[in-house]
């Protein structure tokens, strides 16, 4: 992983932050549509991270089967 990449907890952590954000009101439409965006982008980027590491874990759990059988 690149030093620069933030790991799935501190991204889950941005999304929380933007999740009050949005929520307070205090924010004005447009940057609520800004902030809204680089939500659901984390949000995608966490998804693929995850699917990355469930099919891992299908594949070493398949792996093991075999290996028993």
């Known amino acids: 992983m690149s030093e620069n990449k933030k790991s799935i907890e501190e991204m ?3 999304v929380d932050g933007i999740i009050d954000s949005l929520e307070s009101g205090d ?3 447009e ?3 800004k902030i809204y965006e680089k939500g659901m982008k ?3 980027e966490i998804n693929g991270r995850i699917d990355k590491v469930e099919k891992k874990i299908i594949e070493l ?3 093991e ?3 028993e059988a």
Do not use: H, N, T, V
């Open 42 to 44: 984390a949000i995608r």
């Open 65 to 67: 089967k075999e290996d």
């Open 12 to 14: 889950l952590e941005e």
């Open 61 to 63: 759990d398949a792996g």
């Open 31 to 33: 940057d609520s549509f």
């Open 27 to 29: 924010i004005p439409l």
